[in-house]
């Protein structure tokens, strides 16, 4: 009995030992391995390290209710009708002739931008329309009017009547928004009305084709993004508007990973542009030129591996009198790193004609910077493909008064055989479809803006002052 005693009393002296042993190295210690494997700092729990580049809150306990909470009821449903007169099969085509008109819908999303009923959405989305229906997240529905586009950028504005004020999505800085940033994209996928996901910046200023004419300098984002979302929002976790939902890179035509949107300083200034001048007004800044690579730093023995390289400067242009040379890389905007195009085209056309943007460039290792002016972008020609000429802006104040006139543009050349036996080279269109155009860009804007098999009137001043209308079909 005494031996059991005694092992009794070992065992629970042996049992506190080990308690509190346990306690000591694995409740009141953390062992941390440096970068020299053999030595172990052992650091009290309590102990707090500070660290400024630590991330504030923790990833789990991120919340986006709130973010979803301010932009759900500000994301519309945007269903389309038009006129197609295509035939479906060669049945149709030998029936009708191809004349059949049918009606056809489409869909996509659009975000708020006022308490008023201005809304901003995808221009492929309302391409083609005759007539526009938006349906809240309430389900109240309203027509609604194009109020202008820009094909270039794929924005269209478009205006709704409600008997209330609206909720709205304030817009956000996307010049700001940062690589790694969480994001929520609202939209109507699939007709799904009213969808939330969530995803993070994925990279900026991204260019899908360098190699074409238009204008891309997108946010890329992993949140989910399906056909119907174009239109959508892309918002930050303050439920701020930093980007228009726009496409997707995918084989199957469903998100796999890719989306990009619009930046929301870009939206905001052709929304505005679209409102005060009735058109974008887009500032350049006269420059030739692309993204620097190890040709061209071998070619122009440039040390530098990121940045803008000026192959050419326009005469007359802002670069021009500002001082800009070839050879020059451009390093910065207004404080904003320019590492590639895409960075130099997506902050200039978030500014307009006349305004003065600071430009850093390198100039042989040494570091300038130059004040700018932006030039006004205007076409100086347009193929008018379906009537089957070319169009240009009048080489001088005087010529239109020649024609008795005070607005047009001049035909430059005919394109088809048909038209190349009318002699037209010389003479001015006033109107196209009824409107007056002043220059080939509000020619090709109209254009563009009319469905792909659409009438089109032609308004034709002849030398003599008299004025004929025809009609292209």
Do not use: C
Request: hydrophobic fraction near 35%; proline fraction near 3%.
């Amino acid at each position: 009995m005494k031996r059991f005693l005694n092992l009794l009393v070992v065992a629970i002296i042996a049992g506190a030992f080990t308690l509190g042993a346990y306690k000591m190295f694995f409740e009141s210690k953390t062992i941390v391995v440096t970068e020299d494997e053999n030595k172990t700092n052992l650091i009290p729990a309590n102990y707090t390290l500070t660290n400024t580049n630590a991330i504030s809150t923790p990833i789990a306990s991120t919340d986006f209710s709130l973010a979803a909470e301010k932009t759900v009821n500000a994301v519309v449903h945007v269903k389309q009708y038009g006129i197609s007169r295509t035939p479906r099969n060669l049945m149709e085509f030998f029936r009708n002739g191809g004349t059949q008109e049918r009606r056809i819908k489409g869909a996509g999303s659009g975000v708020i931008i006022t308490k008023d009923g201005y809304i901003v959405t995808n221009n492929h989305v309302i391409d083609g329309a005759t007539d526009l229906e938006i349906t809240l997240n309430n389900n109240k529905s309203y027509k609604a009017k194009i109020v202008g586009t820009s094909p270039e950028s794929d924005i269209a504005l478009l205006k709704i009547d409600a008997e209330e004020e609206l909720s709205y999505i304030p817009f956000g800085d996307s010049n700001t928004a940062k690589i790694g940033e969480w994001v929520l994209a609202v939209g109507n996928p699939f007709n799904l009305t009213s969808t939330v996901t969530a995803g993070i910046i994925s990279a900026k200023s991204r260019d899908l084709n360098e190699s074409d004419d238009t204008i891309q300098s997108f946010i890329q984002t992993d949140a989910a993004i399906n056909p119907g979302n174009s239109g959508g929002a892309l918002v930050n976790t303050r439920g701020e508007l930093i980007g228009i939902n726009t496409a997707i890179t995918s084989q199957t035509g469903s998100y796999v990973g890719y989306a990009f949107a619009v930046p929301s300083n870009n939206v905001k200034k052709i929304m505005e542009d679209i409102i005060e001048f009735g058109g974008v007004q887009r500032g350049i800044l006269g420059i030739t030129g692309g993204t620097i690579n190890e040709t061209v730093m071998e070619k122009y023995d440039i040390s530098v591996s990121q940045g803008v390289f000026v192959q050419s400067v326009a005469d007359d242009s802002g670069a021009k009198k500002a001082g800009l040379s070839e050879g020059d890389v451009i390093k910065e905007i207004d404080g904003l790193p320019i590492k590639k195009f895409s960075d130099l085209t997506g902050y200039v056309n978030s500014k307009r004609p006349k305004d003065v943007i600071n430009v850093k460039v390198l100039r042989k290792n040494k570091e300038v910077t130059l004040p700018v002016t932006l030039s006004k972008y205007e076409i100086q020609k347009y193929n008018i493909t379906d009537v089957g000429v070319e169009v240009k802006n009048p080489p001088s104040e005087g010529y239109l008064k020649k024609f008795n006139l005070d607005h047009g543009v001049v035909i430059s050349k005919a394109l088809s055989p048909r038209m190349k036996r009318y002699n037209l080279e010389g003479l001015v269109i006033s109107e196209i479809d009824g409107k007056k155009v002043k220059n080939v860009l509000e020619v090709k804007r109209i254009i563009e803006n009319k469905y792909k098999d659409e009438d089109i009137t032609i308004s034709l001043v002849g030398r003599n002052g008299q004025k004929r209308e025809f009609v292209f079909q």
